[in-house]
């Protein structure tokens, strides 16, 4: 049985709810009590704040946790990140007034600083000599410059919107973050291979991410031209149709090309255009 500890609620929690269900996981009851054992695979859930993650991997609590590369960073315990997950994904920024004159970091000089993350900050401030007074405190951070506690702050950056809604501007990306998954140093063998299959069914997860499955039926004399606008896993599959003359082309494209790539294969003589989601994809 291999644990995993996740954030109870918050930012991460209804992404990592999502993918443990794309991982096939089912948990054996809808309410969120502390431990959950999954239904159908050798793993139990462990419903936690995202600041004990990092520790409870590390003292071996739990064998694996799901968190923010920001709150691992932070809290510097002895757990490896064993995949980066690619969602929830944010940087950790300096911002200071959005009316004060940035002239790069000695601006910071001498300054008050408010942050939930004093680690990450010291050591960055550290790295580039530059001395401030750093100030924690836990929640609403952005609002410190406004009420005169600090000069400027550093905290969690995503759509940018708290920041304009403070009168703030990011004038520093010190971290980009996403989700990751860290595992306990010294899992038992049997653990690791739990975990080697977890690894397996997130790689087919992610490799899915972002992509379509496209299907159409192309007239013989434009196949070149569309195999050329394709751009295939390796190559992409082509049927000849019932009917005479005419071809059925299948491929893998990237969502974010999704337009450009539609509108190309249309006017090349495309026709009966079909697309899919993909769930998973094992490569
Ligand atoms: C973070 C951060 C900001 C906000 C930034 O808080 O502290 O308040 O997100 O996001 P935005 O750029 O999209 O506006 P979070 O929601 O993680 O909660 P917390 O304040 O409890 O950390
Ligand atoms: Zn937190």
């Known amino acids: 049985m291999l644990r995993i500890a996740i954030q109870s609620k918050g930012?991460?929690?209804?992404?990592?709810?999502?993918?443990?269900?794309?991982?096939?996981?089912?948990?054996?009851?809808?309410?969120?009590?502390?431990?959950?054992?999954?239904?159908?695979?050798?793993?139990?859930?462990?419903?936690?704040?995202?600041?004990?993650?990092?520790?409870?991997?590390?003292?071996?609590?739990?064998?694996?946790?799901?968190?923010?590369?920001?709150?691992?960073?932070?809290?510097?315990?002895?757990?490896?990140?064993?995949?980066?997950?690619?969602?929830?994904?944010?940087?950790?920024?300096?911002?200071?007034?959005?009316?004060?004159?940035?002239?790069?970091?000695?601006?910071?000089?001498?300054?008050k600083i408010a942050t939930s993350y004093p680690k990450i900050l010291n050591d960055f401030l550290d790295k580039?000599?530059?001395?401030?007074?750093?100030?924690?405190?836990?929640?609403?951070?952005?609002?410190?410059?406004?009420?005169g506690l600090s000069d400027a702050i550093f905290d969690i950056v995503s759509s940018g919107s708290t920041l304009v809604s403070n009168q703030l501007k990011e004038v520093e990306v010190v971290v980009e973050s996403q989700a990751v998954m860290i595992a306990n140093k010294s899992l038992t063998d049997e653990k690791r291979e739990?975990?080697?299959?977890?690894?397996?069914?997130?790689?087919a997860v992610l490799a899915a991410d972002g992509k379509k499955y496209i299907l159409m039926n192309v007239p013989n004399a434009s196949l070149d031209t569309v195999l050329e606008i394709l751009p295939g896993i390796k190559s992409p599959t082509v049927m000849p149709l019932a009917q005479e003359g005419w071809s059925s082309v299948h491929a893998?494209?990237?969502?974010?090309?999704?337009?450009?790539?539609?509108?190309?294969?249309?006017?090349?003589?495309?026709?009966?255009?079909?697309?899919?989601?993909i769930e998973k994809m094992v490569l």
């Open 252 to 277: 893998v494209l990237p969502e974010k090309r999704f337009w450009e790539i539609i509108n190309r294969l249309r006017s090349a003589g495309a026709e009966g255009i079909l697309v899919l989601n």
């Open 194 to 203: 739990i975990l080697e299959e977890l690894l397996f069914r997130v790689d």
């Open 128 to 147: 580039n000599g530059i001395k401030s007074d750093i100030h924690v405190i836990t929640g609403s951070v952005e609002i410190a410059p406004g009420i």
């Open 11 to 111: 930012r991460l929690y209804e992404e990592t709810m999502d993918l443990l269900g794309e991982l096939g996981i089912k948990l054996s009851s809808a309410k969120r009590t502390l431990l959950i054992p999954a239904r159908n695979f050798p793993v139990e859930v462990l419903f936690l704040r995202d600041d004990d993650i990092p520790e409870s991997v590390a003292s071996g609590i739990a064998d694996v946790g799901i968190v923010g590369l920001n709150e691992y960073m932070e809290k510097d315990k002895d757990a490896e990140i064993v995949k980066k997950l690619e969602f929830s994904k944010c940087r950790l920024s300096l911002a200071i007034p959005k009316d004060a004159e940035y002239d790069g970091l000695k601006w910071f000089e001498g300054k």
